[in-house]
């Protein structure tokens, strides 16, 4: 049973097109994360939260964007996609201490042809 | 430097055997570790969690080194079903978790 989820699992979709990858977590956690992580390749993050209206970009430059309307709720929307943005998709949060583990979702595996 | 670096390997042993992973870090600071197990094509899965010296928990031991700044993962009598990529993970800088590429594992039989 998952405490935290992504929608859709998998996505393929055209170049050019609007994408929201959507993630909820039922747990009350403050932060949030989006990782995106190609197959045998490291996790990179790209976007991160710290609460409500927190949003904050990672590592790796992106050309998404997120936000952070309610607790439980942190959408990615890609504007126009393009097949460099083919990758998995993941997104995690933590609560309590700062040095709290990471709970991930299930991952979105995008496909932009 | 990276903030944490792991051997990629894949490490091969056969079932039964014990197996140990390094991971070293750059961030002196850091107070707690967490290793995370995933499988391929599938989200990191919390396994342990090193929040003083080390951990033991069944067939796993974590331990934490200060003064070197590495943990290790021992696992004993391996299992078919251990294999799957380890990944180390300090909280990293803002205490913003980073990940590395993680120690590829294969038991067989």
């Known amino acids: 049973e998952a405490d935290i989820y992504q929608t859709p699992r998998y996505l393929v979709i055209g170049t050019g097109k609007k994408i929201t990858l959507e993630c909820s977590q039922t747990?009350?956690?403050?932060?949030m994360y989006w990782y995106q992580q190609d197959p045998g390749m490291e996790l990179h993050l790209i976007h991160y939260?710290?609460?409500?209206?927190?949003?904050e970009k990672g590592d790796l430059s992106s050309e998404s964007t997120v936000s952070r309307i309610r607790t439980e709720h942190f959408p990615l929307t890609l504007e126009s996609a393009r097949p460099s943005h083919t990758s998995q998709y993941l997104c995690?949060?933590?609560?309590?201490?700062?040095?709290?583990?990471?709970?991930f979702g299930n991952g979105t595996r995008l496909t932009v042809t | 430097r990276k903030e944490v670096e792991q051997d990629p390997g894949p490490f091969n042993v056969p079932e039964g055997a014990t197996v140990a992973f390094n991971c070293t870090y750059s961030?002196?600071?850091?107070?707690?570790f967490f290793w995370y197990r995933q499988d391929c094509r599938k989200e990191p899965k919390l396994l342990m969690s090193?929040?003083?010296s080390g951990n033991e928990d069944g067939r796993f031991t974590a331990q934490l080194n200060r003064a070197s700044q590495y943990i290790s993962l021992l696992i004993r009598d391996s299992k078919l079903s251990d294999s799957a990529t380890y990944l180390c993970?300090?909280?990293?800088?803002?205490?913003?978790?980073?990940f590395g590429r993680g120690t590829s594992l294969i038991v067989h039989p």
């Open positions: 995690a949060s933590s609560g309590g201490a700062h040095n709290s583990p990471l709970h």
């Open positions: 747990m009350g956690h403050d932060k």
């Open positions: 939260s710290y609460g409500v209206n927190s949003t």
């Open positions: 961030n002196s600071a850091s107070q707690s």
């Open positions: 090193v929040y003083s």
């Open positions: 993970v300090p909280p990293g800088g803002s205490y913003i978790p980073t």
